[in-house]
């Protein structure tokens, strides 16, 4: 008796259905893949621009914090007013800029500039001579924040917020103070970012040295 052994092959419908199927399988995995790495991109750079705006708030915060008002002057302390330089705040701290030994040291005058056009937030540091709040050295602006589309300042006074504070006008400082930027991403999107700093320094009038002087003899 003889064997017969059929061999069958693929036919060309079967091998359409195959096709069809495997690149179904490829493009799911291809568009998972895309859409994952979209993701990343978007968080990778909301990420870096969430970090070092807040590393300039954290800056900022702390050079308000110390903002020094001296007793037998009028404290210096302007913002909100931007002149056609674009200068937005100016103030003496004795915060700084914490570079160690190559930054200045002692009380500081602090200035922020945003230039709207370049989009871009800088800042000058210079040492205080109590003689005049106006930074002297025009080449001493560094900028510390790029892609900024927007610089919001708040003062308040105890009772409002006012969008102007001049301590050579009211003779104090702000009770507190709110900064806002709006910066954009390197894939375009704007990203919005703020903090509230209250001011720790208190001015000490001539009359309570007097008295804590008298106290001590």
């Not at 008002?69 to 705040?89: C, H, I, M, W, Y």
């Not at 200035?111 to 800088?122: A, C, I, N, Q």
Request: aromatic content about 8%.
């Amino acid at each position: 008796m003889k064997c017969r052994t059929e061999h069958r092959a693929f036919t060309l419908i079967e091998m359409l259905v195959s096709l069809a199927i495997v690149a179904t399988i490829v493009t799911m995995v291809y568009g998972s893949y895309a859409a994952t790495s979209r993701s990343l991109d978007v968080y990778s750079s909301r990420t870096a621009c969430s970090e070092r705006t807040h590393l300039v708030l954290r800056l900022l915060a702390r050079q308000i914090r110390c903002a020094y008002a001296p007793a037998t002057s009028k404290p210096v302390f302007e913002g909100g007013q931007r002149n056609l330089r674009g200068d937005v705040l100016s103030f003496a701290t004795t915060g700084g800029l914490g570079q160690g030994f190559d930054g200045p040291t002692g009380i500081s005058l602090i200035g922020y500039r945003y230039d709207e056009s370049g989009k871009t937030l800088s800042i000058c540091c210079e040492n205080w001579t109590g003689r005049s709040g106006n930074l002297q050295h025009a080449d001493a602006w560094q900028p510390i924040l790029t892609a900024v589309t927007g610089v919001e300042l708040g003062f308040y006074d105890g009772r409002d917020w006012q969008p102007r504070w001049d301590a050579k006008a009211s003779g104090q400082l702000p009770k507190a103070v709110r900064v806002a930027i709006s910066v954009t991403d390197a894939q375009g999107r704007e990203h919005h970012y703020g903090t509230t700093v209250a001011t720790v320094c208190r001015r000490i009038s001539q009359v309570q040295k007097a008295k804590k002087a008298g106290g001590r003899t």
